[in-house]
């Protein structure tokens, strides 16, 4: 079964520094991976989707890295803003979709 | 309206009551879900709909109901529910699944809490 772990549980920094956030997986034969935000009390918001074969994707200052034969995928935001915290979730597919517990992020302005 | 729906987005029940949550999507996808979240814990998925068929039940228990009419409404009926089912659900919708799945769209979530 796979688990997908994600750590630290929860993160704060200063605006403007760089967040790093990171998801690791057991089994590495995924066809797929995606990085959702979630604000309080609501939904989830795809951000990226990475697919096997696919070493990074970006969009505007988000990066993500995936690094199959390791099982593992980090997520950058480049020079954070208060706007952007939110709780982070990574959820892997092999064939079916596994969810992370989620990083909460504060961005402290 | 954009992307997924669903009402209500707060409700309060007692043990006894028989109530429904409601998903609408307006993306054309063909697949629909049914999350459940409780605070601390990963997403659980409970039920997949693909093209207005189930096609998974994560053993759930039967005082949860789903019913898909089409493949643009699902819905998720709830009775004699328990105080451990207080929890956001979730609604999600896909173009494809399994091996192919692409983006996941949700909902912004039904709180229900059960007294």
């Known amino acids: 079964k796979q688990e997908v772990t994600q750590i630290p549980a929860a993160l704060s920094v200063p605006e403007g520094e760089n967040l790093v956030l990171n998801c690791s997986f057991t089994d590495s034969a995924i066809y797929n991976l995606q990085w959702f935000r979630q604000d309080p009390g609501k939904g989830l918001t795809s951000l990226l989707l990475i697919q096997s074969s696919q070493r990074e994707q970006t969009s505007g200052r988000l990066n993500a890295s995936l690094d199959k034969s390791s099982g593992r995928s980090t997520l950058y935001i480049a020079a954070s803003q208060p706007g952007d915290s939110a709780t982070y979730l990574c959820?892997?597919?092999?064939?079916?979709?596994?969810f992370g517990a989620g990083t909460t992020v504060t961005v402290r302005a | 309206e954009t992307g997924v729906t669903q009402t209500p987005r707060h409700l309060v029940m007692g043990m006894t009551n028989k109530k429904s949550l409601k998903c609408e999507q307006h993306l054309g996808h063909n697949a629909m879900y049914w999350y459940k979240q409780s605070a601390k814990k990963p997403l659980e998925l409970m039920f997949v709909y693909n093209f207005k068929e189930q096609t998974e039940n994560n053993s759930v228990p039967s005082r949860f109901s789903p019913e898909c009419p089409n493949s643009s409404h699902l819905f998720l009926h709830l009775h004699t529910l328990q105080p451990e089912d207080s929890a956001l659900y979730l609604c999600?919708?896909?173009?494809?699944?399994?091996?192919?799945?692409?983006?996941?769209?949700f909902g912004e979530g039904s709180r229900l809490t059960v007294l």
């Open positions: 999600a919708s896909s173009q494809t699944r399994g091996a192919s799945l692409g983006e996941l769209f």
């Open positions: 959820a892997v597919n092999d064939y079916k979709l596994s």
